[in-house]
């Protein structure tokens, strides 16, 4: 059995999963991943990672919400989530926020951009080391 930290990476953009992957297995770390919130809850359910990646912004069930349900479920509540969003502080058209994700139960919060790969395996493995 192997002593690797696995992390359940979700996200809709296929290009920053294969760069999140390439970065995380760079670490040491194994990874899984998922495409959209439903997907996220079913990969949860049947293997739990060590940790979740978990973008705000996705089609069907959204990171809040996967968020939520996952803190709500004893079984699943002490895994650390690390929520990613887009969403500019200032941007008011859109029903997502930050203080939406600051209100959850999420272990941290990380704005997502291009450059932001070190920044999300930074957290991750501070968010394993508590």
């Known amino acids: 059995m192997s002593d690797k930290k696995r992390v359940l990476l979700v996200d809709d953009e296929p290009d920053l999963i294969a760069l999140l992957k390439k970065r995380f297995k760079k670490e040491g770390f194994d990874t899984d991943v ?6 996220a809850i079913e990969k949860v359910a049947a293997n ?10 996705m089609p ?3 990171g809040y919400q996967v968020c939520a349900e996952l803190k709500a479920d004893k079984k699943y509540e002490d895994i650390p989530i690390l929520m990613l969003t887009a969403v500019a502080d200032h941007v008011t058209s859109t029903r997502y926020s930050h203080q939406d994700g600051m209100n959850l139960e ?3 919060y990380i704005p997502k951009g291009p450059d932001s790969t070190d920044e999300i395996v930074e957290a991750v493995k501070r968010l394993l080391a508590k």
């Open 34 to 39: 998922a495409y959209d919130g439903n997907e």
């Open 48 to 57: 739990p990672p060590d940790a979740i990646v978990l973008d705000v912004m």
């Open 60 to 62: 069907d069930k959204d």
């Open 106 to 108: 999420a272990d941290d």
